[in-house]
């Protein structure tokens, strides 16, 4: 069936150190993924997408990568800091029929002072 | 990116009462909005694509009678949780769905069913 999943449910950094999490999704037709970013209590906030024609893409201290061989997707947050401290969730787009996201189980970054 | 919003941001009631959301699509018109549950510590599961003009898709497992969606307006997607009980207290959480598939997310409403 369809699945997204993560490797770590809690990742602890240093502030300063980078941060890597991860994400393994099972729908190898799967075009599209997404990084989000959840703060308690409020709505997931957009950091960076990636289409599957593309293995990594980088954003202001955000990097994606995707390894479309082991269908594993990773976020790299360079120099964390902490208002870093959220939960992560990835996000593949399905097509069947009609679009729709399918998400992780999330992971939450604890950013250490 | 876009804004969406949601009202309310939360709400407490009875059990047996039915609460309604809404989910506003404030700078784009929206054909496509989605609704979302999330319980605590858990991820986003989606409910229902609700589609401007027709009937809301429903995911499975998800009861349309209980979970009345209306997409009457291009901003404007309502969640109706009717005869609500304790266990339908979660966070629920809209999107709006952008010209490139792309989803904007509302801030989300938590309910509480006592």
């Known amino acids: 069936g369809e699945s997204v999943g993560l490797h770590l449910p809690t990742l602890s950094v240093q502030e300063g150190d980078n941060s890597i999490i991860n994400c393994a999704y099972s729908n190898s037709a799967s075009d599209y993924f997404i990084w989000y970013k959840q703060e308690s209590g409020k709505g997931p906030q957009f950091i960076i997408d990636?289409?599957?024609?593309?293995d990594k893409r980088q954003g202001q201290r955000v990097t994606v990568l995707l390894n479309k061989t082991v269908k594993h997707l990773s976020l790299q947050i360079a120099a964390t800091q902490p208002g870093d401290s959220a939960v992560y969730f990835c996000?593949?787009?399905?097509?069947?029929?009609?679009?729709?996201?399918?998400f992780g189980t999330g992971t939450r970054l604890k950013v250490l002072a | 990116g876009a804004v969406v919003s949601q009202h309310p941001s939360w709400v407490i009631c009875k059990s047996g009462t039915s609460v309604k959301i809404e989910c506003r699509s404030l700078d784009f018109q929206a054909t496509t909005m989605f609704w979302y549950r999330q319980f605590p510590k858990q991820s986003l599961m989606l409910m229902a694509t609700?589609?401007?003009?027709?009937?809301?898709?429903?995911e499975q497992g998800v009861e349309k009678d209980k979970f009345l969606i209306n997409h009457a307006s291009l901003t404007l997607s309502t969640l109706t949780v009717t005869s609500a009980h304790p266990e339908d207290s979660s966070f629920y959480i809209c999107s709006s769905e952008g010209p490139y598939n792309e989803q904007f997310f509302g801030p989300g409403t938590r309910l509480t069913v006592l």
């Open positions: 996000a593949e787009m399905v097509t069947s029929g009609t679009y729709k996201y399918i």
């Open positions: 609700s589609n401007e003009g027709s009937k809301a898709t429903y």
């Open positions: 990636i289409r599957s024609n593309m």
